[in-house]
């Protein structure tokens, strides 16, 4: 038997907190992986839409390959951009109009701030695919360089 989850429109507003929540996490608290750390590069990727809660203005749909997903096996997410939000669901579809492809480690080099993206395997709309990681660095960088939130005394 199989189930599929989805999720309701309550849960899906809470899909730019989620994202916020991300962005303080990255902003504060990243490192790289300890040896011994699993990293769940779904788990990242299921936040893609609170990441980009201010759209993309590319459209399109996008398949991000995991290639040593659960247990070694390759696990894919796939990522609808249309009318300037993203939604994400998990399994490859039909269509689609770029893939990425790279393992774990090749994925948290690409969300990590060096974004070397050198190690990913693109194919199919090569823009839409580094306008997508543009996007997820974008969202950090220019947090990062605002700097800490200041108190003004009234």
Request: aromatic share 6%; net charge negative; proline share 6%.
């Amino acid at each position: 038997p199989r189930v599929d989850y989805e999720l309701t429109d309550r849960a899906r507003e809470l899909a730019p907190v989620l994202g916020e929540l991300a962005r303080w996490g990255y902003e504060w608290a990243w490192g790289p992986p300890l040896g011994s750390e699993r990293v769940d590069i779904g788990a990242i990727f299921r936040l893609i839409p609170g990441l980009l809660s201010e759209g993309l203005p590319r459209t399109g749909t996008l398949e991000l390959t995991v290639s040593d997903g659960r247990e070694g096996q390759p696990v894919s997410y796939r990522v609808n951009l249309a009318r300037g939000q993203a939604t994400i669901s998990e399994g490859a579809g039909n269509r689609t109009d770029a893939q990425m492809q790279g393992t774990t480690s090749d994925w948290v080099q690409a969300l990590s701030p060096s974004a070397d993206r050198s190690s990913l395997r693109l194919s199919g709309d090569r823009e839409l695919g580094h306008a997508l990681l543009d996007a997820l660095n974008d969202t950090r960088t220019a947090r990062a360089q605002a700097g800490p939130a200041s108190v003004r005394a009234v």
